[in-house]
């Protein structure tokens, strides 16, 4: 029980970070929806459900010797242009189809995001750094980029049980879901050590 | 400045206030209408005229707009973070928006130092950059 409440407080405080960032980036207020952490099966965890519609994901592995896991920055394609359109500070309206420019920066955008979410994450755990791998981009029907992101999870984390961390944020038509998942042994293994540490 | 001293006492709990009132940082505190209901030593230090100004204010520029296109009301907690001039200064602004308790939460940071040197890398990056070409 202690370890969930000291769980969800470095997630919230890691999410938090995340989002700051993310606002930043797009250079706009964003509306913030924390969700539950969930620890399930990958095949159970939520991810975002976009019904049948084209939607973009960026996938980044987290490879580290310590925590593997997995993040994913999930948009409807109509968002992704509007995302677009901030990072690469073009007129609202501007960006009607993804090319290698527009790939480029909403994979920086993940980067940027889950750096930002780690960062504090790992110092909590006091883990110093957790290190994430180059990111997958797929556009494609919600159904399938979903199916193909929980193939990615189980590919990178060796582990039945994960914690699912997941906030959505939203403003004017830029919207957005970050699902950051995590072996949970791992996880549980690293907070029990930092309570053996704090307690002395 | 009494007056925003006086709302303290009203609207907060005295000793939460007196905790941010000693936070070397700029600490703002709003309501949805951009009227203060506080604002601690360094950034009245840092800001002398922010009270008088109130939103007008560079460094409350445009914000209660921007905050405004959110529903009063909404329970979700509104994130808002950008760069903000003064002076020669530059500013990591926070912003946390609670619509439901009608409050915004300013947190600030002078970073001109941090940005001057990620100009200067930047030059040197572009530099290097170009010589590889």
């Known amino acids: 029980m202690q370890h969930n409440n000291i769980l969800d407080e470095i997630c919230k405080a890691s999410m938090m970070k995340a989002a700051t960032a993310l606002s930043k980036m797009l250079k706009t207020p964003l509306k913030i929806d924390i969700k539950p952490i969930e620890i399930d099966t990958i095949q159970k965890i939520n991810l975002p459900n976009y019904s049948d519609k084209m939607i973009v994901c960026v996938f980044v592995p987290i490879k580290d010797k310590v925590v593997k896991g997995g993040s994913s920055l999930l948009f409807t394609q109509k968002s992704a242009f509007a995302i677009c359109d901030s990072l690469l500070n073009r007129t609202d309206g501007s960006t009607n189809k993804i090319t290698e420019i527009e790939e480029s920066a909403l994979k920086e955008l993940a980067n940027i995001i889950l750096g930002n979410f780690l960062t504090p994450f790992a110092h909590s755990l006091l883990i110093g750094t957790l290190l994430h791998s180059p990111a997958v981009f797929e556009n494609d029907m919600s159904p399938e980029v979903i199916k193909h992101t929980r193939s990615l999870l189980s590919k990178y984390i060796d582990h039945d049980t994960v914690i699912n961390i997941a906030f959505g944020y939203e403003h004017d038509n830029k919207i957005g879901d970050i699902n950051i998942v995590f072996n949970s042994k791992e996880i549980n293994h690293l907070l029990q050590k930092l309570m053996v540490i704090s307690n002395g | ?133």
């Open chain 2, 1 to 133: 400045m009494d007056k925003i001293t006086n709302m303290h006492t009203h609207d907060f709990d005295s000793r939460l206030i007196l905790f941010s009132e000693f936070n070397p940082n700029p600490i703002i505190g709003l309501n949805l209408l951009g009227e203060f209901i506080f604002v601690n030593l360094s950034a009245r230090t840092q800001f002398p005229t922010l009270v008088r100004l109130g939103k007008k204010h560079p460094v409350l520029s445009v914000l209660i707009d921007e905050l405004s296109e959110f529903k009063h009301g909404t329970e979700e907690l509104i994130i808002f973070s950008r760069d903000v001039f003064y002076l020669n200064n530059i500013y990591d602004q926070q912003i946390f928006a609670m619509p439901k308790r009608n409050v915004i939460f300013i947190y600030m940071n002078d970073v001109t130092e941090q940005r001057h040197i990620e100009e200067e890398l930047k030059l040197v990056n572009a530099k290097l950059e170009e010589d590889q070409r």
